[in-house]
């Protein structure tokens, strides 16, 4: 066999086993995997001392890139570091999950990616196609999505990393401190945080309906970090 037909042959095997580990991990992640009660994750982390924002960056950046919904991370964000703290903790560690998973996804491949999602891949694609920015960004907004289809679905459907890093960046703030001031409300329930739970969501609601008309093309308004289109 030559040196040329080996090239693809080991490219195509190493994208499979990627594949396939992703795959176990996933799956593994999903029906053994259990996110503890709020009360024992936010003992466990704060065992750690110090290194405790630490050890949620990195358990946060984790569960940001499977099927595990980000939810409980967030609200026991606001719960161990309050809202201002675990608002920033919490949205680094989120996108640093959906930046890994991003490139693993370019690097899997489109078919793979295909076949990662599922029954999330048709539609996943349809959405991001030609629409990448305006499509991630209200994606990201809309509660009850989750994260990993889209993280993985933009690095494979031709979603440029400039539009995918931008996008996450702006989108993903309101919804994370919408969350995590829930958290700090249930651990001190202060009207500076039920304040901050009630404006975060109004942007989370205004910011979401904007995504949504932007991404339709009915916006007279450009979203925060769209490119300009030539007239």
Request: with cysteine; charged share 10%; net charge neutral.
């Amino acid at each position: 066999m030559s040196q040329k037909a080996l090239g693809p042959a080991w490219g195509s095997f190493i994208r499979n086993a990627l594949l396939v580990a992703v795959l176990a991990g996933m799956i593994y992640a999903a029906f053994n995997l259990r996110l503890p009660p709020l009360d024992e994750l936010q003992q466990r982390i704060e065992d750690y001392g110090w290194a405790g924002w630490m050890v949620f960056i990195a358990l946060y950046a984790v569960v940001a890139m499977t099927p595990i919904p980000v939810t409980v991370m967030a609200v026991s964000g606001g719960l161990i570091f309050g809202t201002l703290e675990g608002s920033l903790l919490s949205v680094i560690g989120v996108l640093i999950g959906c930046f890994a998973a991003y490139h693993l996804a370019r690097l899997l491949g489109t078919q793979a990616v295909r076949k990662l999602l599922g029954s999330h891949g048709e539609k996943v694609e349809s959405h991001l196609h030609d629409a990448g920015f305006e499509a991630v960004f209200a994606l990201r907004l809309t509660p009850g999505v989750p994260y990993w289809p889209v993280n993985y679905g933009s690095g494979a459907f031709g979603v440029s990393q400039r539009d995918f890093v931008v996008a996450s960046m702006i989108s993903t703030v309101p919804g994370q401190v919408s969350l995590v001031a829930l958290g700090a409300f249930i651990a001190d329930r202060t009207i500076v945080n039920g304040v901050v739970i009630g404006v975060s969501w109004a942007v989370v609601i205004a910011m979401t309906i904007w995504a949504y008309r932007s991404w339709r093309g009915s916006s007279n308004h450009r979203l925060p970090g769209a490119e300009s289109t030539a007239d």
